[in-house]
């Protein structure tokens, strides 16, 4: 498991990816796409929560990968929006 640090969300894409089979993630800075927040780091004070789904710019989001799966960590301010 993954937690956020700060005011940081932990994100996991839930829309389409351009990802290619060795990981890289192909985007434009302009894009934006959906993604399922996984964690919620403690300083963090929106109302988002665990579980919503968010809309965000990729040229706002770090890469990591944990035990195989690809997580994405953006800043609290980058979120743009919440679908409900």
């Known amino acids: 498991m993954i937690q956020a640090a700060n005011k940081n969300y932990v994100l996991k894409a839930c829309g389409q990816t351009k990802e290619t089979t060795t990981g890289i993630i192909i985007q434009r800075s302009d894009e934006t796409e959906l993604a399922e927040i996984i964690s919620v780091g403690p300083d963090v004070d929106k ?20 035990a195989g799966e690809t997580y994405f960590v953006i800043h609290a301010d980058h979120v743009l929006a919440v679908v409900k």
């Open 47 to 66: 109302g988002f929560a665990v579980g919503d789904r968010v809309v965000i710019g990729w040229n706002s989001v770090i890469q990591i990968k944990v």
